[in-house]
């Protein structure tokens, strides 16, 4: 069930729509903000709630990287891996994040804490390397500042 | 036209169409995967590329996409040219990558568009050196088998599936190389037309599950030219056989009639041939017997010797033949239709309302491309499928035809949709309850059948004021019938459609009276009525008696005796009736296939051939007489209906029954028992034609079984079989070049193993077949200066107290005889329920599942309640058809208890 | 220098709020616009002023204007969208702009929109600029308290709503009609052209797809004219450009400077040139889909034409700069992983293609290279060019893969026959 909040969000979305289609992702954002991820249930509990095929719906919410249909973690650790930051020092970083939180990309730590992945550039790449964590940027990461950053949301 | 050169050579070619289409036309080679004639263009595999020079002395060019490049007058291009090859090759290389290179353990070998496009560009070795992508893949329900990984992602499944056919559960997942097509989770697809991705599909993506129980090669099936048994549309089939079995059914190209597509029920209904129910054996007095044929035959007449009260009952599943060899039998005045009163009335009306005209009776293919349609009564997804396909297509005219200011060509398939978004031509539709066409619909009506004949009388009013008015109708209802008649008015193509489902002569004639409305002032109209069965149109030329009057007869005396032909009377009578008269029958003859209810006590059963088994004639629904032929060969003591009344008939001594030898004889005699129908039309060339003295081959020539076929008994090639009905062979020899389009056995031409090969037989891409369309068809009707109108209207609905109306309901897989036979389909049939909207379950006291009693007149039966809140209130569904089901004949008052 | 789309912006202080971008001369375009001007003028002035599309083709942004069906028979509902995807790698001037200066993206949208008559305008905005968005959010709130947006704006009878849709992700949603379909909420795949957006765009009606910084110069042009505008520029192509530059240089950052300035200008004077012990060795001018340039392309001045003289495109004129110690090879193995797994899997070529050219160069960077590789890659290079996909990702894709094979082929080389990559130790 899409709880009274969610429904609010997406109603919100639909009042400026000029399709039902259109607030599909819209809507697949409010789940994950609210869920962090869309599960299969959540996906069918929506595509009940915009009445459309949860297989119409499946189709572009897998397309886009950024809904996650497997189950993340607390804090979502998207680490750009395009050429810029790539250049200044990616693999440092990510051997560095790596080890911190003893997961491989694509993993979560065992207290459900930290999803680690990575995301194409981040449009930041003068402050390169760079990573976001819940919608929030990092740049210029060193070893050190991964650490603080990592730290202060544990 | 216009003038185009390819490769330095000038060819004239239609304007408005796109280059591929027109390189295919002219007959020349182009290799292509996302594109598909009756799908249009997108341009998404790239693998259509040619060159085209700016002029004469431009000797680079550019690379394009044939098949999104319209013709231009003057434009040059090259096939042959090196870069094009070269691009056409790695196109496949690509699709390569992680293609698996599974031939020889897939089904679609042999046929594979993949195969062929590969041998056609000449991509031979693949450099990719790397680990493939491989996907897993789903339960897809009985149908259809899934193979993710041969997927070329050309797109053609779910356009196809979403696109064209209306489908929601078959889309495109993921994205880049991970591409996938597939539903969300696995599952029964839900499309009523998911069998044609086996045809849409290049590859072996998605391939016939029920082919697959009986693993062959594809160039070792032999096949005949069929028509369809499964309603009464007639679509064209090609039926596949191997080991004397029917393993498969393909769609038949035939621009009027089905076009490149067909429904599940008629791809897969095709296993009732092989189950177990089949009738293999003469059975006398419940005892199977091992007779051949002449004493199966001898046995029978003498059942009928001393007898004059024989009375035969025909049917409107068996063919032309079939029907007429019984009425020849037992003679005009003891033949009876296998119809019930209402069914010939309802049947017949429709015949005398085609012929009458002024609207002329529709194809399929006039319904696609109609512009306004309303429909009376038809729920199509269940009583005529492949309508609702059509009719998909039909509300895409309106708005297409309304874009072409801004030139978006009709075949730039993915601009028109984005162009048109959710817009829709008009389509009204007025039934008892919800069908799948409803979100199509701009607006739907639900009302009792009566009440949906007012509203068509009503649109004949507002269309045509010297029609008669309808008194009392609901100002709402009104408008909505001014509306509907605006919208017909303003189409250039309207199509009415009705049928025979609702039982109601009301419905049938006001649909007549939109329709003549609609003629009018030069106007033009089309008119549609869908029948129960296959040849119900052929039992309504033939005539006969209602089948009460043969209880009847039965009950007072007159008749002691009966032949019934290919049916089961439970699906035409009531139950305690038929009963009565089965019993009272002193004899009972049954000439058929499957063992029913009707046949059990029967003295004799004699073993029809099965459609797939042997030849015949069928009359669709719009009139068209059309051939199906035998595809394999059956024990010996399998044969038709017709032959075997013949064989009676001959221990009878009944002189006309010497003279039917082959089916030509009694296909001539048939036509020239019809009124008003030329005899002279030729259905299909006859037993003796022959192309440079040789016949027509049902096997391919890449046919390898004929030595080994047989291994287990003997390494000698047998003499293949003799066919007397046709100019088919049952062997791959035989005239290989083109042959007349009612004997093409399957399509095939030099490097288009695939279906796609159809477009070889064309006379233009998606055009006429070359030798024209095959079928005949009947009813012409010219224009009638001034038609005149049904009369009758009836009352409006008015609910009875502690009563509740009942109307049938139906469904795809379960409401037809002979598929719900078939192993596939038979999954996919429901169980038998009542239908009531929520507030009368809640006034009678029940709720969803709860045992009922329905008791209408005589009869009764315990049904569970299933809500379906559509209905409006009052009304009550019945589901026609479905295993343990009894007949009522409906619409009728009737009781609910708990 | 003037710096018509920098003016205002100071990371100390902040974005102005829509009265200090008001004091400071803003909204003035905006209302010259509305109140003297009709839309056929509004589209001249840009026209005239030489403004091409920023968003890296380069397209003629009046030109593209002029599609636009209008007057009494067109459509009534048309619609502006300002492409603010910005995932070119390599590329962050629009967010630069747009956290600098939201009201500029603004005013440029409402005159935009007024030219072409369009009654809703769109910002199509990553997900990663969450500042741009609240930043945006406000200022578009701002601009409706004002009376800039809605209805009858300025009196003038001209209708406008600004909606901001926040993509889920996906390199392709910046291609204009892979955006346009992710703002229909489908799958971003392209759409074929013709029929271009112009004519059958969002929800088929009429509609414009501008990238940010295009649209940030129309308030300019308006208030001060086509010829100060083309003043601006040390070239043909008009005005100021953002440029940019990352990589192993002194101090990486974008600046607003006359359309023309030379590459080496931007590398050496204002990312401050090579970091130290550095050295220069190749740049993409533009984003990931340009071809490279090298050492003796320095001095080419960065505008449209110029840069296509040297075989490169000038793209979204951010650098990405190539030093000695990076090796190409491992670069444009980023390079088309990020391509190939930004394809949306509609065309073959670019589906099946760009894979099979990240695992050759995968391979050849591990030392399992072969020199037929070498060949398959230059085959890919041109069967993936411009015409032969779908949309332009492809093309664009193996712009710095042809361009390194060109220039840094004795490096390609040197992996397969040495079995290893020279710059792994
Ligand atoms: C794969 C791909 C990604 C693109 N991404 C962007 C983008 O993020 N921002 C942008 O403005 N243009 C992008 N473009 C260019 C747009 O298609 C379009 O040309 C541009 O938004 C037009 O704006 P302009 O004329 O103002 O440059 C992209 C093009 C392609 C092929
Ligand atoms: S080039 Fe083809 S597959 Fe690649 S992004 Fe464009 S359309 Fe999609
Ligand atoms: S058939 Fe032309 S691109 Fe697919």
Redesign the pocket.
């Given at each position: 069930m899409l709880s009274e909040e969610e429904k609010k969000e997406i109603d919100q979305e639909l009042s400026h729509s000029p399709t039902r289609q259109a607030v599909v992702i819209e809507a697949l954002k409010i789940i994950q903000r609210h869920r962090r991820w869309v599960s299969d249930d959540s996906l069918k509990d929506l595509a009940e709630y915009l009445e459309m095929s949860l297989d119409a719906l499946d189709s572009v919410a897998t397309f886009y990287s950024l809904i996650f249909r497997r189950e993340v973690g607390e804090h979502v650790i998207l680490i750009c891996d395009s050429v810029s930051c790539w250049i200044m020092g990616y693999d440092t970083v990510l051997d560095h994040l790596k080890k911190k939180l003893g997961i491989d990309l694509g993993e979560t730590t065992a207290d459900g804490k930290f999803t680690l992945l990575t995301i194409p550039c981040l449009g930041v790449c003068e402050r390169a390397p760079a990573m976001i964590i819940d919608r929030e940027t990092y740049g210029d990461l060193t070893p050190e500042r991964i650490d603080e950053i990592i730290d202060k949301l544990k | 036209m216009v003038t185009i050169y390819i490769d330095d050579k000038s060819y004239e070619v239609e304007k408005g169409q796109n280059l591929l289409q027109a390189v295919l036309s002219l007959g020349l080679n182009l290799p292509y995967f996302c594109w598909h004639p009756a799908l249009g263009s997108v341009g998404a595999c790239r693998q259509c590329a040619v060159i085209q020079y700016r002029d004469e002395d431009d000797k680079e060019g550019n690379l394009i996409m044939a098949c999104m490049q319209p013709v231009q007058d003057g434009m040059r291009i090259s096939i042959e040219a090196a870069a094009a090859r070269k691009f056409r090759a790695s196109i496949i290389e690509w699709l390569m990558v992680n293609h698996p290179h599974d031939c020889p353990v897939c089904d679609e070998g042999g046929e594979c568009h993949l195969q062929d496009m590969t041998v056609m560009t000449g991509h031979n070795y693949r450099k990719f050196r790397f680990k493939k992508r491989t996907h897993r893949n789903q339960y897809l329900g009985p149908f259809i088998n899934h193979e993710m990984n041969r997927c070329i992602a050309c797109y053609r499944c779910v356009r196809f599936y979403r696109d064209y056919a209306g489908g929601k559960d078959l889309q495109d997942m993921a994205s880049h190389d991970y591409v996938y097509f597939g539903r969300s989770e696995e599952g029964i697809l839900q499309s009523e037309f998911s069998g044609n991705l086996v045809e849409v599909c290049p590859t072996g993506v998605f391939t016939d599950k029920t082919l697959k129980k009986h693993y062959t090669r594809k160039w070792d099936l032999q096949s005949a030219p069929s028509v369809c048994h499964h309603c009464s549309l007639g679509c064209n089939t090609l039926v596949g056989e191997r080991y004397n079995k029917a393993v498969r059914i393909l769609n038949r190209y035939n621009r009027r009639v089905n076009g490149y597509f067909m429904c599940d029920r008629g791809r897969f209904g095709y296993e009732f041939t092989n189950s177990n129910k089949r009738i293999r054996k003469p059975i006398f007095e419940g005892k199977v017997e091992d007779f051949d044929r002449d004493s199966a035959a001898a046995k029978t007449s003498e059942l009928l010797k001393d007898r004059s009260k024989v009375i035969g009952i025909g049917s409107p599943r068996a063919s032309l033949e079939a029907n007429f060899a019984l009425k020849s039998m037992v003679g005009e005045h003891n033949f009876y239709s296998g119809l019930s009163a209402r069914e010939n009335k309802l049947a017949r009306k429709i015949l005398s309302i085609l012929r009458n005209g002024p609207a002329r009776p529709a194809s399929l293919h006039d319904v696609e491309t109609a512009d306004a349609v309303f429909v009376l009564g038809e729920d199509l997804t269940n009583t005529a499928p492949m309508l609702d396909l059509a009719v998909k297509q039909a509300i895409r005219n309106k708005p297409i035809d309304d874009i072409q200011q801004i030139h978006i060509d009709r075949w730039n398939d993915a601009a028109i949709r984005e162009y048109l978004q959710d817009e829709k031509g008009p389509f009204y539709l007025a039934t008892p309850s919800w069908t799948k066409l409803d979100e199509f619909a701009a607006k739907t009506y639900r009302a009792a059948p009566d009440d949906i004949a007012r509203l068509g009388y009503a649109v004949a009013h507002a269309l045509d004021e010297s029609s008669p008015a309808v008194e009392g109708l609901p100002d709402e209802i009104k408008t909505m019938a001014e509306e509907i008649a605006g919208a017909l008015k303003n189409a250039r193509q309207p199509v009415l459609i009705s049928g025979m489902s609702m039982r109601s002569e009301a419905v049938i004639e006001a649909a007549a009276n939109v329709a003549r409305a609609l003629c009018r002032d030069d106007r033009k109209a089309d008119i549609v009525y869908t029948l129960p069965e296959c040849n119900s149109m052929g039992t309504a030329f033939l005539g006969g008696y209602d089948l009460e009057k043969a209880f009847e007869d039965v009950e007072n005396g007159t008749a002691d005796t009966v032949i019934i032909l290919e049916s089961d009377l439970y699906r035409h009578a009531d139950k305690t009736q038929v009963d009565k008269f089965l019993e009272k029958c002193a004899n009972l003859i049954v000439v058929d296939y499957l063992k029913n209810r009707t046949s059990e006590g029967a003295s004799a059963i004699l073993p029809a051939a099965a459609f797939a088994e042997g030849d015949g004639t069928l009359i669709n629904n719009e009139g068209r007489v059309q051939r199906f032929f035998q595809a394999l060969n059956p024990d010996p003591i399998l044969q038709e209906s017709w032959r075997w009344i013949r064989d009676i008939m001959i221990k009878l001594d009944d002189k006309k029954a010497e003279k039917w030898k082959a089916l030509d004889d009694i296909s001539d005699a048939v036509l020239n028992s019809l009124e008003g129908i030329n005899p002279k039309i030729e259905i299909a060339p006859s037993a003796n034609f022959r192309i440079n003295e040789q016949k027509i081959p049902r096997a391919p020539m890449r046919y390898s079984g004929r030595t080994a076929m047989y291994a287990d008994k003997s390494v000698h090639e047998p003499k293949p079989p003799d066919d007397p009905d046709s100019p088919l062979s049952f062997s791959m020899e035989g005239f290989a070049g083109p042959r007349p389009s009612s004997l093409i056995s399957f399509f095939w031409a030099p490097g288009w193993n695939s279906v796609q090969s159809v477009a070889r037989y064309q006379q233009e891409v998606a055009g006429e077949l070359k030798g024209g369309d095959p079928g005949v068809r009947l009813i012409e009707p010219g224009d009638h200066a001034k038609p005149e109108y049904f009369k009758t209207i009836p009352d409006a609905f008015k609910p009875r107290q502690d009563e509740f109306y009942f109307v049938p309901l139906y469904h795809i897989f379960g409401s037809e005889e002979l598929s719900n036979e078939a192993e596939a389909v038979s999954e996919l049939v429901p169980d038998a329920y009542l239908a009531l909207n929520k507030r009368s379950a809640e006034k009678t006291g029940v709720s969803s599942r709860d045992k009922v009693k329905v008791s209408i007149k005589d009869g009764q039966i315990s049904l569970p309640v299933k809500i379906m809140n559509s209905l409006p209130d009052n009304i009550a569904g019945i589901p026609v058809g479905l295993p343990g089901m009894n007949y009522f004949e409906l619409p009728a008052f009737g009781k609910i208890a708990k | 220098m003037e710096k018509p789309l920098t003016k205002n912006i100071d990371p100390e202080r902040g974005p102005l709020d829509i009265r200090g971008y008001e004091r400071a001369g803003g909204y003035a375009g905006f209302k010259k616009a509305l109140r003297e001007m009709s839309p056929q003028k509004v589209q001249e002035e840009v026209t005239d002023a030489n403004l091409r599309?920023?968003?890296?083709?380069?397209?003629g942004?009046g030109m593209?204007w002029s599609f636009v069906p209008m007057g009494d028979e067109a459509p009534r509902t048309k619609y502006l969208i300002a492409?603010a995807?910005?995932?070119?790698p390599g590329t962050f001037k629009?967010r630069i702009l747009m956290e600098g200066d939201p009201h500029l993206l603004i005013e440029g949208m409402i005159i935009s929109s007024y030219a072409i008559q369009a009654r809703a305008a769109y910002i199509f905005l990553r997900w990663a600029y969450k500042r741009s968005e609240e930043l945006l959010r406000k200022a578009i709130a701002e601009a409706y308290e004002a009376g800039y947006l809605g209805k009858n704006i300025l009196g003038s009878g001209y209708d406008l709503e600004m909606y901001i849709h926040v993509s889920a992700g996906r390199?392709?949603c910046?291609?204009?009609t892979g955006l346009l379909n992710a703002l229909e909420g489908k799958r971003a795949t392209p759409r074929a052209k013709p029929p271009f957006p112009q004519t059958s765009g969002l929800w088929g009606k009429p509609s414009i797809?501008?990238?940010?910084e295009?649209l940030c110069n129309v308030p300019g042009i308006i208030v001060n004219g086509a010829d100060w505008y083309k003043k601006l520029s040390k070239t043909g192509d008009g005005g100021t450009k953002i440029y940019g530059v990352s990589g192993r240089v002194k101090r990486p950052g974008a600046w607003e400077l006359p359309m023309g300035t030379t590459v080496r200008e931007i590398l050496e004077e204002h990312a401050g040139g090579m970091r130290d012990g550095y050295k220069f060795k190749g740049l993409l001018p533009g984003g990931a889909s340009t071809d490279f340039l090298v050492e003796e392309h320095l001095d080419t001045p960065m505008d449209f034409g110029s840069i296509m003289k040297v075989g490169s495109r000038m793209g979204t004129g951010t650098m990405i700069i190539l030093d000695d110690k990076t090796c190409p090879v491992a670069m444009l193995v980023n390079l088309e992983k990020f391509f190939a797994q930004e394809s949306c899997g509609w065309c073959t070529p670019c589906r099946d293609g760009l894979p099979w050219t990240h695992k050759m160069l995968m391979a050849i960077e591990n030392g399992e290279g072969r020199m037929e590789d070498l060949e398959q890659l230059e085959l890919h290079c041109n069967f993936l060019g411009p015409g032969r996909t779908f949309?332009?990702?492809a093309p664009?894709a193996v712009e710095p893969l042809q361009s390194a094979l060109k220039y840094f082929r004795d490096d390609f080389e040197k992996h397969i026959k040495d079995k290893q990559c020279p710059w792994r130790k």
């Open positions: - | - | 599309g920023r968003g890296g083709a380069g397209f942004t593209k492409n995807d910005e995932m070119e629009d390199y392709m910046g291609e204009e797809v501008q990238n940010v295009t949309c332009a990702l664009g």
